[in-house]
């Protein structure tokens, strides 16, 4: 076996135009896939926490009201 | 039958509860998911020699192969969730089953995108509409229909119903991909790894393979439970449970 050099790697035989385009598009989709729920569910919080400021805010007003 | 495990599906199936277990548990599951992906990729790409027909191309294999089984097996996984939802209305089921759509979706994107980079210098041609190809084209379609008719309706909970439905009678896909190399002649090569019997690949490419496979798995967990995470808060933003979770998310 001939020993590890990063140019025989990254070259891959002469498909590095195929095998790392491969690779890099596995890796972005599933990046954007795992981030996509974390910033919802950030956004969906932060609308949140507006509603109940507005609604805190309104019974201060007037506290009879619901 | 000890009485505790029913009770603890139970418990563990309230929204709060799935909550905080799902978020204990989603780390852990990334990185294993990792972990074992970086295990498989050094196995795939540094160890395993070339092929004697593909010389380094086939390499590819590593991710198209547990790409194309993940989006097999998340697609029978959301379908008993969907027939799960329908028949007995659990809204546990009912998340999981329109949660990973988006993920089935992703991983049979790659399988095409990537099986398209390997065809285009083994076979000559980025795309051919042979039985395999042709049919997990429609496995993506029919994730896709799932996640738009899910979105379609003004109230989530019908548009989940309607969902359902597509997602148990697009089950009838999952065979015709798995058996199209069979039952067709096509160009995709048949399978190499078998359950039964012994697999036509070499160990040194059959082990990153298969931690390949177990590594999409975790990372199915991982991202199943935070979109479900973030569903379940959606649903339930009125209740107390929470708006606890706001306020404290908006101290810190």
Redesign the interface.
Known sequence: MTPFSWEHFLAMGGYAAYVWPAFAVFFLVLAADYVSPNLRRRRNLRELRTRMARQTARQQRNPSSP | MANWIPLWVHKLSSPPNFYRFAGVVRPWA?ALALLLGAIALYGG??LAP?DYQQ???Y??IF??VP?AWMGLFIYGLMAVAAFISLVWRIKLAEVVAM?SA??GA?FT??TL??GS??G??MWGTWWTWDARLTSELVLLFLYLGVIGLYHSFEDRRQGARAAAFLAIIGIINVPIVHFSVNWWNTLHQGSTVRILGPSKISGDMLWPLLTMMVATKF?YI??LF??V??DL??ME?GKDW??Q???Q??QS
């Open positions: 990334l790409l540094v070339a010389g380094d191309a390499r590819i991710i198209h790409c949660e988006p993920i992703a994107f790659i995108v990537t980079l390997w285009k210098p990372y991982a991202s935070g979109r995470r973030a808060l959606a933003s929470v708006r979770i706001a306020q998310e908006g």
